[in-house]
């Protein structure tokens, strides 16, 4: 073996770089060089997290000709550097997971440190960071989402006040903020008097007529002005969040236009509606060349397996992605998808359902869902459902196959019976 005193195993790809560990009020910047003789310079400096501070970072950066730099996704408060320093640098942006320090080493110097170390050797697997557009989108539907997640909470709030007043209206009718059930829950705010089965017949609309009388029977319960209170306070809460869901739905589809026949092509795979079809564009966007192939794209949303092998034997392959907006979403689609009848997904999910369960299934009907969309919107193509009777064909097609190959290695001929 030859030994040479110049090589390095790990060969240096930016001479001259930054890390930044970022914090609420403070940011620790190292920039790291090397001198004419080869040796490792570092020069460290604190700023504020001031819009000022940023801009102060930004021009010592740029009087060092610094090309790129480095900080971990911490929180929110990578946001406002990234601000700052998108167009004029390159920012990559870490998990911290990946990039852990040696321990009882850790400063908030020793941290930028580290990540310049790391950085200037190519070590740092970047996150997407999607385009300004993108990501004004997921603002909007990221807020749409937790808007519904708020009125969901509030409705359970109204069955729990309901029960402790011995309210059983949800015992009649199938949706309690249907047109009837609101209409109910109005008298019981506005009417103070005892109510009679006429003001409920007034209430009742579509296949409820009919049920007058187990209505009037519902509302007799322990209703007070207390409940009274609490109910209108409730419904308010609600009529203004659902008020500022159909204003969002406004805003999302003004600032999505131009990419109508995209989201067109995106409906058209079995599971997948307006506002899900609109999620899914905000998360990642209509240009997907941060995503060579769809299975980095799998991989970036947490729908796939990871590899945990050693000495040859593979170990629990679940994905490291816990928590992942486009994860979520994909599995919400899988859903609906297999109950649409005459759809492959629905066939695909049962027969993997039986063999892993279903929730490995769901997240395995997830995976392929957003397969098909990366090639929808990579390739323009539109989306194309297999049908239900696809593996059952295809299973039929193979088996006639190894019957046959089977048959001659035994020296007969496979004949089929027309019946």
């Known amino acids: 073996m030859t030994r040479r005193d110049d090589s390095r195993i790990i060969g240096v790809v930016y001479p001259i770089c930054c890390g930044l560990d970022v914090h609420k009020e403070s940011i620790s ?33 740029l009087d060092y000709e610094c090309p790129v730099v480095a ?10 550097v990234h601000n700052v320093l998108e167009g004029y640098l390159r920012v990559v942006l870490v998990n911290a997971r990946d990039i852990k320090n040696v321990p009882g080493r850790k400063t908030d110097i020793g941290d930028s440190k580290w990540l310049a170390g790391l950085l200037r050797h190519g070590l740092l697997k970047s996150s997407f960071i999607p385009p300004q557009q ?8 990221r807020l749409r989402k937790k808007y519904v997640q708020t009125v969901g909470d509030y409705r359970k709030r109204t069955h729990k006040l309901f029960e402790s007043a011995n309210i059983k209206i949800d015992s009649v009718v199938s949706d309690l903020f249907g047109v009837t059930g609101r209409n109910l829950m109005d008298l019981l705010v506005t009417d ?18 009919g049920k007058e009388a187990e209505l009037f029977r519902s509302i007799q319960g322990f209703f007070t002005d207390h409940h009274r209170f609490i109910l209108k306070m409730l419904l308010s809460t609600i009529a203004t969040l659902e008020a500022q869901i159909e204003a969002l739905d406004h805003e ?14 995106m ?13 899914i564009l905000a998360e990642i966007g209509p ?31 679940r994905s490291p992605v816990k928590k992942h907006h486009l994860k979520t979403i994909m599995i919400e689609v899988a859903w609906a998808a297999i109950k649409k009848k005459g759809s492959y997904f629905k066939d695909k999910y049962y027969r993997l359902k039986a063999r892993r369960g279903p929730k490995k299934a769901i997240v395995a009907i997830a995976h392929r869902i957003l397969l098909g969309i990366y090639h929808v919107i990579k390739d323009g193509v539109d989306f194309r459902d297999l049908g239900e009777d696809y593996l059952t064909l295809k299973n039929k097609s193979q088996k006639i196959f190894h019957l046959r190959r089977q048959a001659l290695s035994l020296g007969f001929d496979l004949v089929s019976q027309t019946m």
Do not use: H
């Not at 409906?267 to 999620?279: C, E, R, T």
């Open 134 to 141: 993108v990501r004004q989108w997921r603002d909007l539907t």
């Open 287 to 317: 240009n997907l060349d941060s995503f060579p192939t769809d299975s980095s794209l799998a991989s970036w949303s947490g729908l796939c397996p990871g590899n945990n092998e050693s000495a040859g034997k593979r170990k629990s392959g």
């Open 192 to 209: 103070r008097k005892a109510l009679t089965l006429s003001d409920v017949a007034g209430c009742v609309r579509g296949q409820l007529r």
């Open 29 to 61: 910047a190292c920039v790291i060089w090397a001198d004419k003789d080869g040796v490792d310079q570092y020069e460290v400096e604190v700023f504020g997290t001031f819009t000022d501070d940023l801009m102060r970072l930004r021009q010592r950066l």
């Open 267 to 279: 409906k058209k795979a079995p599971g997948i509606s307006d506002v899900s079809a609109f999620d």
């Open 71 to 80: 900080m971990e996704s911490t929180g929110i408060y990578w946001r406002p």
């Open 252 to 265: 999302i589809g003004c600032a999505m236009k131009g990419n109508e026949p995209l989201l067109e092509r």
